[in-house]
C-alpha cells in the first residue's frame, strides 16, 4: 500500500510524506500516528504528531519566503501592478468609448433637430391644397425618368475663342432647365396617358467640396444650399403631383460627400448631403397622397416599374458598366434588367445582355470647367420613356435642355 513505510525512507522523511497525502491516502490522524509508533517503536499520541508536522510545514513555508531575494519581490510586485494599470486602462478604454459614443449620438440627434426646423420653416412659408389621389389602372402603361449632376450652388461661365459662352451655370439656370424638364414630363406624360411616374435623382445634386479649386465656384454654405435645393425640388414634385402618381428616388453622389477641410470626426453624422436632401422631402410630402419619398440602399434603389426590374445609383463606383449588372446581380442575388446611372455627364446606352441595358443620363449643369480641361462636352440634358407591361422601353425622349 502507498501508505506503507518505503526500505529506503527514514522515519522522518515517512511521517512528512504521510502528513502531505494525508487526504490522498484516505488517513486520520490517529491512523497517521500508529503508522509512525508501529516504525519507530515510539508511544506519542496523534496530537503530537500533528502538532510537529504543523510546525513544520510553517517552518518550509518561511523559508521559501526567506529565500526569496528582494529583487524578485520587487520584479513580482511591478508585475502585479502592471497587470492592474491594464485592466484599469481597459476599464478607462471603455468608458472614453461609451461615452464618445454618447457624444456622437447627442450631435446626431442635435444636428437633425435644427435640419428638421429649418425644414418645418420651409414647409410652413407655403400653403397647398392636397391633390386629389390618382388611381392607376392595373396593367396600364408607366412612365419612367431620371435626371443627374445639378451640382446646386456652382456658379461659371465657360468661354470659346470668340468670347462666346459655351455654357454658363448658376441657380437661375438650374431652375429653368428644371422648369422646362417638369413641362416636358407633363407633356410627354399627357401625350402617353401615362399616369404613374418612376423619377429618380442620380446624385451630385449640389456641388460639395471634393477639392480647394471648387470652394471659388461654390456660392454659400453648402447646408443651406442643400436645404435651398430641396426647397425648390419640392415645388418641382408638388406640381407634378397633380398630373402622376409618383415614386420618387434619391441617390448619393460623390461630390454632396461632406468632406470638410477642416472639420473633426463626428462634426456631421453622416458623409453625404443627399440624406438630408431625401429626409427633407419625406417631410414635406408625408400628406400627399401622390408623391412617395423612397428609401435607399447607402444611395442604391432597386424598384419595378411595370414587371421591369430597374437599378439606379450616381455611378461613380462603376469601374466596369458591361459587368456592372452581373456584379450587382451576383453581390446582391437580384435580377436587373436596366441600371440607371449618371456621374460622367453624358448620354450613353448599350445592351450587355438580351434584355439588360445600361443607361447613362446626361447632367443638368452641362459641361464645367474639368470638363473643358479633359476636352469633354455634352448637351444638359435628362432621360423619360414609357415601360410598358412585357415590353420594356418605348417611346424613348431624348432630353436636351437649353
Not at 478604454?93 to 433637430?113: C, G, I, N, T, V
Not at 460627400?257 to 414635406?284: C, M, Q, S, V, W
Not at 476636352?375 to 440634358?381: E, I, M, P, R, V
Request: proline content about 1%.
Amino acid at each position: 500500500m502507498k501508505y506503507l513505510r518505503l526500505d529506503d525512507e527514514s522515519v522522518k522523511s515517512y511521517k512528512i510524506r504521510l502528513f502531505d497525502n494525508k487526504e490522498l491516502y484516505d488517513l486520520k490522524s490517529q491512523e497517521i500516528a500508529d503508522l509512525i509508533n508501529k516504525e519507530s517503536g515510539d508511544t506519542y499520541t496523534e496530537s503530537t504528531y500533528r502538532k510537529w508536522y504543523r510546525a513544520y510545514a510553517e517552518g518550509v513555508v518561511d523559508t521559501k519566503v526567506n529565500s526569496i531575494s528582494d529583487d524578485e519581490v520587487l520584479k513580482a510586485y511591478d508585475a502585479q501592478k502592471r497587470e492592474v494599470y491594464k485592466e484599469r486602462q481597459k476599464l478607462r478604454d471603455e468608458k472614453s468609448e461609451y461615452f464618445a459614443w454618447l457624444k456622437e449620438q447627442s450631435r446626431e440627434e442635435l444636428f437633425y433637430e435644427r435640419i428638421d426646423e429649418s425644414v418645418l420653416k420651409l414647409i410652413g412659408r407655403k400653403s397647398r391644397s392636397l391633390p386629389s389621389p390618382i388611381s392607376i389602372q392595373e396593367g396600364s402603361d408607366e412612365l419612367f425618368s431620371a435626371f443627374a449632376d445639378a451640382h446646386y450652388g456652382c456658379e461659371f461661365s465657360i468661354k470659346g475663342f470668340n468670347g462666346e459662352v459655351l455654357n454658363e451655370y448658376n441657380a437661375d439656370i438650374f431652375k429653368r432647365r428644371m422648369i422646362e424638364y417638369r413641362d416636358e414630363l407633363i407633356d410627354f406624360g399627357s401625350k402617353h396617358n401615362v399616369k404613374k411616374l418612376s423619377l429618380t435623382d442620380l446624385g451630385d445634386s449640389v456641388e460639395g467640396i471634393l477639392h480647394i479649386s471648387q470652394i471659388k465656384s461654390l456660392k454659400g454654405n453648402i447646408v443651406d444650399v442643400i436645404l435651398d435645393y430641396a426647397d425648390f425640388i419640392e415645388d418641382i414634385l408638388f406640381s407634378l403631383s397633380t398630373y402622376f402618381s409618383i415614386d420618387f428616388y434619391t441617390s448619393e453622389g460623390n461630390h454632396s460627400d461632406l468632406r470638410l477641410l477642416t472639420g473633426k470626426k463626428g462634426d456631421f453624422p453622416h458623409e453625404n448631403l443627399e440624406r438630408i436632401y431625401t429626409r427633407t422631402l419625406k417631410k414635406a410630402f408625408r400628406n400627399n397622397p401622390n408623391v412617395n419619398i423612397c428609401d435607399s440602399l447607402d444611395g442604391l434603389n432597386y424598384f419595378s416599374v411595370n414587371g421591369y426590374n430597374f437599378l439606379t445609383s450616381h455611378g461613380n463606383k462603376e469601374s466596369n458598366l458591361k459587368n456592372s449588372i452581373k456584379d450587382y446581380e451576383d453581390t446582391y442575388g437580384i435580377k436587373v434588367d436596366y441600371l440607371v446611372i449618371g456621374h460622367l455627364h453624358c448620354k450613353n446606352e448599350f445592351e450587355v445582355a438580351r434584355g439588360k441595358e445600361v443607361i447613362q443620363v446626361r447632367s443638368i449643369m452641362g459641361m464645367n470647367d474639368y470638363a473643358k480641361d479633359i476636352k469633354k462636352s455634352s448637351n444638359s440634358g435628362a432621360t423619360m420613356f414609357v415601360v410598358r407591361k412585357d415590353y420594356g422601353r418605348k417611346y424613348i425622349n431624348d432630353v436636351k435642355l437649353t
